[in-house]
């Protein structure tokens, strides 16, 4: 039983007590605490259920390692899952549940996964959820995915508030452990700007808690002295709570501050994420221990001795009255002494090392603790808590010798340097005999855009595991007792049979056995990625922290081979789990991304319009009277616009100028037509077609001046267009004289459609609209009820159009004057599908309609606007290919259904046969179809094969439910096929 | 993620300033080129382990494209220089061959 011990404790403030809740229970601890702390002192030493056998769990680790104990923390709109209890300060009317069990923790049903657990080896799932496959569907997947995961995720939107922040600075410091401080400061004497950050809000890492003197002082004054001594800086900045979360190319790191998880409420942003742009990082991460694999190492009471020491030293809690320590180095003596210094019992030493002479030893011995060498753990007793552990010798099977009465074991397999940022961008490994372990290798360290180290590893990252040594590497004096080597042990007994490796586990949270790794050897995983990815070790959110090197070397052992060339899994960044929130950072709601306004927006929202999403515009798609259904709104629209006049915000249309002795050179390449020989004051339609000869963009070229060109694209198509046309000029052309511009946000465009427009210009006044004066596809510059307007004689609609650009300040109330003129003559305004469906019933294309960059423009009937003169355009070479000019190419038609419906868009039409997958053979599908109010039936487009030759046949196109759908193949234009409206 | 230097402006940007534009120095066959170069230009691509020369534009900065020798097993940048050219400077050439002796050439 864990309980707090009544004095001591360097981290807590007993004069600050604070109230929290664990599954409903009040409990109390201090300020200081870490919830993993506060739940051991109130005895609570069960804390979760495993993810698959659902075995009960306690803590095993004091840090960021930490894989059991993972809890629900907050409650409603702020719960929040799988939050380790290690790393979440104690704050007064904190809440946690424990996860993954029903009913309840003590007594949970999915603890009878635990009794068939020999049915659920590594690739389990693989094995048995293979046929028939239909099952996957129904059955297969709907239970696993009910038994998936381990907390529960809140429904509603997260009410806390995140932020993100950049910093640049020479060097980044990841941990403000010794080593870290150290070489902080030494940054700092050479003038470079630093940056620290320590993930845990305390200063020091483990040197207070292990002991030793630097230059002559305790740890922790050392430690105060150097911060002290850094805050004189000011080329330094200090962070805690601040995680280097991983580290990527050329030194770009993302950071994880953890504002105010620990102050809920206080209007601070709750996780603010750094993206640092660092010269060189300094991986001063220090060590994970890593625990031993005997039988029953789960057991809630089983925990690490460097976690023990740190519950008992850092906040004054006993893990248990009687420890027992299993060991195979020297460091875990030091737990011995913790506990001894506590008052608290060592039951006996437990060291697999056939002798244990050094002076930690010894120190324990002297204080009558009983040390026993040669021997390993054969079972620990105790379900829900530990009660008694077996012992044997480590060189046998397992072969009880005696039982000891105890409940804690702290075991220690040794220590593994904590890589990850050093690895993050490719910095490679070396395998250390002496101390088991993989540490960076300097030589192979990641470099960045110039050549140069990136970044490096310092202390015990670095393999530096004792305080000397740490010391000794920045340049700095210390003195600590002196560890004799380890041996490494991978598996306790080393002999142990089936029945031990069974109970042997490697991975807590994935419930990863050692006798599962070596299944997946004999199975045939030779690779350490394969064999992760087939038993899930180390796929965890605690990333295999604990298990990796004990997993890889079982699998090494297991293939027969030594450990380095295994190999190690790669480091994936972030080092733990980060928050959504800090990724999402402001970027959610209106900020989610940004919005483009026309002038005439205001409008817009004031008359309740429905919008759709374009690029970042939200174009009007209709505007609905009272309670007018969308449809009806925008069948109201267009027979408007083709009987009275309808107005349409064409502000978003892209506008690029092209300008320069050259320009006219430039649009034949650029374009599929001849643009040099448009007259000034003319309009001519446009395609813009890739190298590879595929339709990109349309829209209307106006020829404004002897050397300018107006180039009008999609709406989506502006920033991409004019990109397009930058490539070819700065990287081909170089040397052609041409100059572009965007314009399309200068300029506000309003198309004025329908029979009564030309009345309604001559009604604001002001310049000659008339047919003479303005002829269809001219422009002409002048005023219309005093503002600036330029004229262009253009239509998308089939009907009598005039397209009017005002610059944009003018915009609203330039709308506001035609709308108001207008009532005399019933004009409306109308969105995008109104647009749309006039667009469809002339049998105009629209890009991403009748595109999807595998069309050409000579499958859609647009020869005509493809010149035959010119020697070159892009895509000209492309479109003489075998493929392009093949007689089979399907290519644009109408289609009218023959019951008058309305075509699902996209549905393809059938032709006899199957393919070779055994599917339907197809001739043709449907690219554009809308309801055509001025028809009074389903219109549509679609490209068939042999489409134009093939005017009158019925084509099958199958829907929803079995139904077939038969439509006729007629021209793509529905209305007015002379153009005689338009042109009027 | 990459720092490149824009050599128009002199800024030294954030990939997500820039866009990526592939493989530079490509050669532009036209009508009238066969299809073997035709399709040389406009699928085959190098996609060398090691030194690279690339596109990039400034797009959220200057607007100016640029090219950029880069490897791209270690994502050393080697220089970057002006797109109105048809081939890398000299001094870029003889800087990637001292660092990299058993470099092949750009071409």
């Known amino acids: 039983m864990s309980t707090r011990l009544s004095k001591g404790g360097r981290l807590i403030d007993r004069s600050k007590p604070l109230s929290f809740r664990f599954n409903g229970a009040p409990m109390r601890g201090f300020a200081g605490d870490s919830l993993a702390a506060a739940l051991l002192a109130n005895g609570q030493v069960l804390l979760g259920r495993s993810f698959k056998y659902h075995r009960p769990r306690g803590l095993i680790a004091s840090g960021a390692e930490e894989p059991n104990a993972l809890v629900n923390l907050g409650r409603n709109a702020r719960v929040e899952p799988d939050q380790r209890v290690t790393t979440t300060e104690?704050?007064?009317?904190?809440?946690?549940a424990s996860q993954n069990h029903w009913p309840s923790l003590d007594f949970d049903i999915g603890a009878i996964n635990n009794t068939f657990g020999k049915l659920f080896p590594a690739g389990f799932y693989y094995k048995t959820f293979m046929f028939p496959q239909i099952a996957w569907k129904y059955l297969f997947e709907p239970v696993i995915r009910r038994a998936a995961g381990l907390g529960t995720a809140a429904k509603e939107a997260d009410p806390d508030r995140y932020e993100q922040a950049y910093a640049y600075c020479d060097v980044l410091v990841a941990g403000g452990g010794v080593a870290g401080l150290a070489a902080a400061l030494a940054e700092a004497k050479a003038g470079k700007r630093v940056i620290v950050m320590e993930q845990t809000p305390f200063w020091g890492g483990r040197a207070p808690v292990d002991g030793g003197t630097i230059e002559g002082l305790a740890p922790a004054e050392w430690i105060d002295r150097t911060l002290d001594l850094l805050?004189?800086?000011?080329?330094?900045?200090?962070?805690?709570?601040?995680?280097?979360?991983?580290?990527?190319?050329?030194?770009?790191?993302?950071?994880?501050?953890?504002?105010a998880d620990h102050t809920p409420g206080d209007g601070r942003p709750r996780h603010r994420l750094w993206r640092v742009r660092a010269g060189v990082t300094v991986a001063a991460t220090g060590a994970i221990e890593r625990p031993l694999a005997f039988a029953g190492n789960d057991v809630p009471g089983v925990m690490l001795a460097s976690a023990v020491r740190d519950y008992i030293v850092n906040w004054a809690?006993?893990?248990?009255?009687?420890?027992?320590?299993?060991?195979?180095?020297?460091?875990?003596?030091?737990?011995?002494?913790?506990?001894?210094?506590?008052?608290?019992?060592?039951?006996?030493?437990v060291d697999a090392r056939e002798?244990?002479?050094?002076?930690?030893?010894?120190?324990?011995?002297?204080?009558?603790?009983?040390?026993?060498?040669g021997r390993g753990i054969a079972g620990v007793m105790g379900h829900k808590?530990?009660?008694?552990?077996?012992?044997?010798?480590?060189?046998?099977e397992g072969g009880v010798t005696e039982t000891l009465e105890c409940d804690c074991v702290a075991m220690s397999g040794g220590w593994s340097p904590v890589v990850h940022i050093f690895s993050h961008v490719g910095g490679k490994l070396l395998w250390d005999e002496a101390g088991a372990m993989f540490r960076p290798d300097a030589t192979r360290a990641p470099t960045g855009p110039d050549g140069s180290v990136l970044a490096r590893a310092v202390g015990a990252a670095n393999g530096h595991l004792t305080l000397d040594a740490i010391a000794a590497e920045a340049g700095l004096s210390a003195e600590v007792e002196p560890e004799a080597p380890l041996a490494p042990v991978w598996v306790m007994p080393a002999g142990a049979g089936q029945a031990l490796r069974f109970k042997a586990f490697l991975d807590y949270q994935n419930d990863v056995k050692v006798s599962d790794v070596e299944l997946a050897a004999r199975e045939g995983y030779t690779s350490v990625e394969h064999t992760k990815r087939y038993t899930t070790l180390g796929m965890a959110s605690d990333q295999g922290k604990l298990s990796n090197i004990n997993g890889l070397a079982i699998l090494s052992d297991s293939l027969g081979q030594p450990i380095p060339t295994t190999g190690t899994t790669t480091f994936r960044p972030p080092y733990t789990p980060i928050s959504f929130g800090a990724m999402a950072g402001e970027a959610r709601g209106d900020l989610f991304q940004p919005m483009r306004r026309t002038a005439m927006q205001d409008w817009h929202e004031a008359k309740g319009y429905h919008w759709e999403p374009v690029g970042f515009w939200r174009r009007p798609y209709c505007y609905p009277r009272g309670a007018e259904s969308h449809r009806d709104a925008v069948n109201r629209e267009i027979t408007n616009a083709r009987t009275n006049v309808g107005l349409l915000d064409a502000s978003t249309l892209g506008k690029i100028l092209v300008k320069g002795p050259d320009a006219g050179k430039f649009l034949d390449m650029m374009y599929t037509n001849m643009m040099s020989t448009l007259p000034v004051g003319k309009c001519r339609y446009g395609l813009m077609c890739n190298e590879n000869g595929f339709l990109s963009d349309d829209g209307v070229v106006v020829r404004l001046s002897d050397d300018s060109w107006l180039c009008h694209t999609t709406s989506g198509g502006a920033d991409r267009i004019h990109a397009h046309m930058e490539d070819w000029l700065q990287c081909e052309w170089w040397d052609w004289k041409v100059y572009t511009a965007n314009l399309t946000e200068q300029y506000a465009q309003i198309a004025v459609v329908g029979p009564k427009a030309r009345k309604l210009l001559e009604k604001l006044g002001g310049m000659d609209v008339s047919k003479e004066a303005l002829p269809f596809m001219t422009w002409a510059e002048g005023t219309l009820a005093g503002f600036p307007v330029r004229v262009y004689r253009i239509s998308f609609s089939g009907e009598l159009s005039y397209e009017i650009a005002v610059p944009a300040n003018m915009g609203a109330a330039l709308w506001e004057a035609l709308n108001t003129a207008g009532e005399e003559f019933g004009a409306m305004p109308y969105g995008t599908e109104a647009l749309h469906v006039m667009r469809a019933e002339k049998g105009f294309i629209m890009i991403g309609d009748e595109t999807d960059g595998t069309v050409i423009p000579q499958d859609l009937g647009l020869n005509w606007a493809i010149s035959k003169k010119k020697a070159d355009y892009l895509g000209k070479r492309a479109q003489e290919r075998s493929f392009m000019v093949s007689p089979d190419r399907w290519r644009l038609v109408g289609l009218e259904t023959l019951d008058g419906s309305v075509l699902p868009d996209g549905v393809y039409a059938v032709a006899e046969g199957n393919n070779a997958n055994g599917q339907r053979n197809t001739q043709g599908r449907v690219t554009s179809s809308y309801y055509s109010p001025t028809l009074?039936?389903?219109i549509a487009m679609g490209l068939v094969l042999h489409g134009p030759e093939r005017m009158g046949e019925i084509l099958d196109f199958p829907a929803d439910k079995g139904a077939v759908i038969k439509a006729r193949i007629v021209d793509p234009c529905f209305y007015d096929k002379e153009g005689e409206k338009a042109d009027a | 993620m990459l720092t490149l230097t824009c050599p128009c402006c002199g800024v030294t940007a954030e990939e997500t300033e820039l866009t990526y534009g592939h493989e530079a120095h490509l050669k532009r066959f036209g009508p009238g080129s066969t299809d073997a170069e035709f399709e040389d230009y406009l699928f085959n691509r190098k996609n060398p382990k090691g030194v690279h020369f690339e596109r990039w534009r400034h797009s959220y900065g200057c607007g100016k494209w640029f090219l950029a020798a880069r490897s791209t097993v270690t994502l050393?940048?080697?220089?970057?220089?002006?797109?109105?050219?048809?081939?890398?400077?000299?001094?870029?050439?003889?800087?990637?061959?001292?660092?990299?002796?058993?470099?092949?050439?750009?071409q």
């Not at chain 2, 048809?86 to 470099?103: F, M, N, Q, R, S």
């Open chain 1, 355 to 373: 002798r244990a002479g050094g002076d930690l030893p010894q120190l324990v011995r002297a204080r009558g603790v009983r040390v026993m060498e």
């Open chain 1, 90 to 96: 104690l704050f007064d009317g904190l809440e946690a």
């Open chain 1, 936 to 938: 009074k039936k389903g």
């Open chain 1, 231 to 259: 805050a004189t800086y000011p080329n330094v900045q200090l962070m805690t709570r601040t995680m280097v979360a991983g580290l990527h190319n050329h030194g770009y790191a993302i950071c994880y501050e953890r504002v």
């Open chain 1, 385 to 396: 808590a530990v009660t008694h552990v077996q012992v044997c010798s480590q060189a046998g």
């Open chain 1, 317 to 349: 809690v006993s893990p248990g009255d009687r420890v027992v320590i299993v060991t195979n180095n020297d460091d875990a003596y030091r737990t011995a002494l913790a506990v001894l210094d506590a008052g608290l019992t060592v039951e006996a030493v």
């Open chain 2, 76 to 106: 050393e940048v080697y220089g970057t220089y002006s797109a109105q050219t048809t081939e890398p400077p000299a001094e870029l050439i003889a800087k990637i061959k001292e660092k990299c002796p058993g470099w092949e050439g750009w």
